[in-house]
T-cell receptor
Framework: QKEVEQNSGPLSVPEGAIASLNCTYS??????FFWYRQYSGKSPELIMF????GDKEDGRFTAQLNKASQYVSLLIRDSQPSDSATYLC??????????FGKGTKLTVNP | ETGVTQTPRHLVMGMTNKKSLKCEQH?????MYWYKQSAKKPLELMFV???????ENNSVPSRFSPECPNSSHLFLHLHTLQPEDSALYLC???????????????FGPGTRLTVL
């Protein structure tokens, strides 16, 4: 059973701080990694994907991947109250389905 | 919102009712998916259709019956559901299912289903 683990939180950070969201996965053959943001009562929306070791930056968001440690993270710089949501990590093998974690709830306090 | 729409957005039904959920994607994608999202559980993949053919069925009870008449439309027919089936049902689409290429899925707004 391929698993994706996330700390359910809630994770609380003050406005302007860096929020760090972590995800580990069990399938060493996983190749693609996604971060989705889901506001309460809404559907998930894709924020970033990454498939190479290292960092990938997009605006205030940075995804970090370490395949040796089977670990992927999402950093949100200069956190804003509008970033308050549940963040879902999803992992995909080469020819296999997307497997989601339970999500981490982030609260950014003004 | 995204190019994936779902109707209805909310549905309340009794255990003996028959209803259908509808999903439509306007993105020109080839694959469509049904997911179930229950409180405090990961998103659960229910069905996958690729070019209108079902390619994945994750041991979903037969009271859920999918239909994909074309690559833009996906239905989920519901009958004799149980209260534990109450959840958010999400439709998603992607360009190619598990092709080895990065499979970016785009979600619809979901249908909040309550079974009484």
């Amino acid at each position: 059973q391929k698993e994706v683990e996330q700390n359910s939180g809630p994770l609380s950070v003050p406005e302007g701080a860096i929020a760090s969201l972590n995800c580990t996965y069990s399938d060493r053959g996983s190749q693609s990694f996604f971060w989705y943001r889901q506001y309460s009562g809404k559907s998930p929306e894709l924020i970033m994907f990454i498939y190479s070791n290292g960092d990938k930056e997009d605006g205030r968001f940075t995804a970090q991947l370490n395949k040796a440690s089977q670990y992927v993270s999402l950093l949100i710089r200069d956190s804003q109250p509008s970033d308050s949501a549940t963040y879902l990590c999803a992992v995909q093998g080469g020819s296999e389905k997307l497997v989601f974690g339970k999500g981490t709830k982030l609260t950014v306090n003004p | 919102e995204t190019g994936v729409t779902q109707t209805p957005r909310h549905l309340v039904m009794g255990m003996t009712n028959k209803k259908s959920l509808k999903c439509e994607q306007h993105l020109g994608h080839n694959a469509m998916y049904w997911y179930k999202q229950s409180a405090k559980k990961p998103l659960e993949l229910m069905f996958v259709y690729s070019l209108e053919e079902r390619v994945e069925n994750n041991s979903v009870p037969s009271r859920f019956s999918p239909e994909c008449p074309n690559s833009s439309h996906l239905f989920l027919h519901l009958h004799t559901l149980q209260p534990e089936d109450s959840a958010l049902y999400l439709c998603a689409s992607s360009r190619l299912p598990w092709s080895g290429d990065t499979d970016t899925q785009y979600f619809g707004p979901g249908t909040r289903l309550t079974v009484l």
